[in-house]
């Protein structure tokens, strides 16, 4: 070998050695070894299954391992959270949630207190939900939907099903409307987008993630953006409170939790892994044109003062409403 030859081995040893170092560094020592499973609280084809999938990938191609996800529908996400909350805390059961989870908590569908039944590891992403009718539903603004109501049933959908986060807000916005809807439950958004397609039900609040893709077949058509503000890939649709409703918003973050007792290392390497990762470039781009955006960066521990803060006034907004009859 000469020595151009050696010096360029040279160079390859010590830059495999660099990113050997690098990965172990990211990931605590006998971490992973096996499968990593995360829960989904939706079925396929959701917004919330759709992160859970990119959340899968991302570990898996950072570190080598297999990660599955595991659709646990149903129950308004309530199935997913004990599975989870009961699952051993070693690293290998993890959660992808959006805020339904601090619902449950807040209207007591679950046996457990949600903020200490979960060690937290990051936010992931966050977008507004997205109400997509029939094609051929009558209204074409939010007022027009309100005065229909009046006079015509009018049925929807929205999530993980009873007492959700697009359930109670579209609740809350019918009592601001005087609007008269039936709510009608699926296990996620995706089976509540077939059933407007198929014409079983007349609309679905969606995560804009599972909107894009339902509107990008041509067989639904968006009827107000629910968020806060407008979005770069849907520029034309307004918001509820553009349409008459200041300070009306039903947001969505979805974050990553793992069950209590997560040894602090795992916990801190994979916000670390994840948050790194859902900065790439490529994939701000995709979740950009589906409406959504990666979240605010924060530590475990700021992750869970924000869920604390969050359940609050959550809390408080449920008070705020005749629950009795919308949960049951």
Same mark, same amino acid.
């Given at each position: 070998?000469?020595?151009?030859?050696?010096?360029?081995?040279?160079?390859?040893?010590?830059?495999? +050695?660099?990113?050997? +170092?690098?990965?172990?560094?990211?990931?605590? &020592?006998?971490?992973?070894?096996?499968?990593?499973?995360?829960? $989904?609280?939706?079925?396929?084809?959701?917004?919330? %299954? /759709?992160?859970?999938?990119?959340?899968?990938?991302?570990?898996?191609? !950072?570190?080598?391992?297999?990660?599955?996800?595991?659709?646990?529908?149903?129950?308004?996400?309530?199935?997913?959270?004990?599975?989870?909350?009961? +699952?051993?805390?070693?690293?290998?059961?993890?959660? $992808?949630?959006?805020?339904?989870? @601090?619902? *449950?908590?807040? /209207?007591?569908?679950?046996?457990? %207190?949600?903020?200490?039944?979960?060690?937290?590891?990051?936010?992931?992403? *966050?977008?507004?939900?997205?109400?997509?009718?029939?094609?051929?539903?009558?209204?074409?603004?939010?007022?027009?939907? +309100?005065?229909?109501?009046?006079?015509? #049933?009018?049925?929807?959908?929205?999530?993980? &099903?009873?007492?959700?986060?697009?359930?109670?807000?579209?609740?809350?916005?019918?009592?601001? $409307? &005087?609007?008269?809807?039936?709510?009608?439950?699926?296990?996620?958004?995706?089976?509540?987008?077939?059933?407007?397609?198929?014409?079983?039900?007349?609309?679905?609040?969606?995560?804009?993630?599972?909107?894009?893709?339902?509107?990008? /077949?041509? !067989?639904? #058509?968006?009827?107000?953006?629910?968020?806060? !503000?407008?979005?770069? $890939?849907?520029?034309?649709?307004?918001?509820?409170?553009?349409?008459?409703?200041?300070?009306?918003?039903?947001?969505?973050?979805?974050?990553?939790?793992?069950?209590?007792?997560?040894?602090? =290392?795992?916990?801190?390497?994979?916000?670390?892994?994840?948050? =790194?990762?859902?900065?790439?470039?490529?994939?701000?781009?995709? @979740?950009?044109?589906?409406?959504? =955006?990666?979240? %605010?960066?924060? /530590?475990?521990?700021?992750?869970?003062?924000?869920?604390?803060?969050?359940?609050?006034?959550?809390?408080?907004?449920?008070?705020?409403?005749?629950?009795?009859?919308?949960? !049951?």
């Amino acid at each position: 070998m000469d020595n151009k030859a050696k010096i360029a081995n040279t160079l390859v040893v010590t830059q495999l +050695a660099m990113i050997g +170092a690098v990965c172990a560094q990211d990931r605590p &020592g006998g971490y992973p070894t096996k499968p990593i499973r995360i829960v $989904s609280s939706v079925q396929p084809g959701a917004g919330g %299954d /759709t992160m859970a999938r990119i959340l899968a990938q991302i570990i898996a191609d !950072k570190w080598g391992t297999n990660v599955v996800v595991d659709n646990r529908a149903g129950a308004g996400g309530t199935i997913a959270s004990e599975l989870v909350a009961r +699952a051993a805390p070693d690293g290998y059961t993890l959660y $992808s949630q959006g805020d339904s989870l @601090l619902i *449950q908590g807040a /209207t007591k569908r679950v046996p457990f %207190d949600v903020l200490k039944a979960f060690e937290p590891v990051t936010p992931t992403s *966050q977008q507004p939900y997205i109400l997509i009718t029939q094609i051929n539903f009558p209204v074409k603004s939010i007022k027009e939907l +309100a005065a229909y109501s009046q006079n015509n #049933r009018v049925t929807y959908s929205g999530s993980s &099903g009873i007492g959700s986060m697009p359930h109670i807000g579209m609740e809350r916005f019918a009592k601001l $409307s &005087g609007a008269k809807f039936t709510f009608v439950a699926y296990k996620g958004s995706g089976p509540g987008i077939i059933a407007v397609i198929g014409g079983e039900i007349h609309m679905v609040a969606a995560s804009s993630i599972g909107a894009s893709m339902a509107l990008r /077949t041509g !067989k639904v #058509r968006a009827l107000a953006n629910l968020g806060p !503000k407008r979005i770069p $890939s849907m520029p034309d649709l307004p918001t509820v409170a553009e349409q008459g409703f200041p300070g009306f918003k039903v947001t969505n973050r979805y974050g990553l939790q793992s069950p209590a007792g997560t040894p602090k =290392e795992i916990v801190l390497a994979l916000n670390r892994v994840v948050g =790194e990762g859902m900065y790439d470039a490529k994939l701000k781009a995709r @979740l950009a044109a589906d409406g959504s =955006e990666p979240a %605010d960066r924060m /530590t475990p521990g700021e992750y869970k003062a924000a869920q604390a803060k969050e359940y609050v006034e959550i809390e408080q907004q449920v008070k705020q409403m005749d629950l009795g009859t919308i949960l !049951k």
